[in-house]
């Protein structure tokens, strides 16, 4: 199976500040990867697919970059509704893995 | 709008079996991919399953394969997961979510999920 490795696994920012999380695999997944938010009680929502492309209704802010093994996401400018639990998810090959989430706080 | 409505879960003794349901309306069900996805009290995301739009062809997590089962009927827009022989690990909330094509499966629309709790 492809292990996804996430990090940080926490993180505390501030409103406006630029925040990037990595999610690495196990073997090349070529751009086989989408990045999700999830929040508190809710189901994920999911934020880019294909690595980089920005799922329609998605603020620019965020955006995905990455292929082969080491994938990032970046928020651009950090917004309050954007504290959350952010997950990376490959679907290059069965099964489909999640990294381990990071949890992103409010310093 | 996609609407999307698990039920089936509860409480349930290690061993035993329990079946979910997923309720799709708002789009084509039957044009479309689906998947499962669990997540266990105050853990992370764990992909469980995904079913062809057909049915064709069936894919599981390696922690559920052999004791789990993806269906689906298109006549009735509904989504199955059987889970047989539970053990207390499979204590999550449950969610179905739509794959919205071969080029891009990740899950796009999801339910509000459903808990299973396997304890004695």
């Known amino acids: 199976d492809i292990q996804m490795t996430q990090s940080p696994s926490s993180l505390s920012a501030s409103v406006g500040d630029r925040v990037t999380i990595t999610c690495r695999a196990s073997?090349?997944?070529?751009?086989?990867l989408g990045w999700y938010q999830q929040k508190p009680g809710k189901a994920p929502k999911r934020l880019i697919y294909?690595?980089?492309s920005l799922q329609s209704g998605v603020p620019s802010r965020f955006s995905g970059s990455g292929s082969g093994t080491e994938f990032t996401l970046t928020i651009s400018s950090l917004q309050p509704e954007d504290f959350a639990t952010y997950y990376c998810?490959?679907?290059?090959?069965?099964?489909?893995?999640f990294g381990q989430g990071t949890n992103l706080e409010i310093k | 709008q996609a609407q999307l409505v698990e039920s089936g879960g509860g409480v349930v003794q290690p061993g035993r079996s329990l079946r979910l349901s997923c309720a799709v309306s708002?789009?084509?069900?039957?044009?479309?991919?689906m998947h499962w996805v669990r997540q266990a009290p105050g853990k992370g995301l764990e992909w469980v399953a995904l079913?062809?739009?057909?049915?064709?062809?069936?894919y599981y997590a390696d922690s559920v394969k052999g004791r789990f089962t993806i269906s689906r009927d298109n006549s009735k827009n509904t989504l199955f997961l059987q889970m047989n022989n539970l053990r207390a690990e499979d204590t999550a909330v449950y969610y179905c979510?739509?794959?919205?094509?071969?080029?891009?499966?990740?899950?796009?629309?999801w339910g509000r999920g459903t808990l299973v709790t396997v304890s004695s």
């Open positions: 979510a739509r794959r919205p094509s071969v080029v891009t499966p990740l899950p796009d629309y």
């Open positions: 708002g789009y084509s069900f039957s044009s479309y991919g």
């Open positions: 079913i062809w739009f057909d049915g064709s062809d069936k």
């Open positions: 073997q090349g997944i070529r751009n086989d």
């Open positions: 294909a690595a980089s």
């Open positions: 998810l490959q679907h290059n090959a069965y099964p489909y893995t």
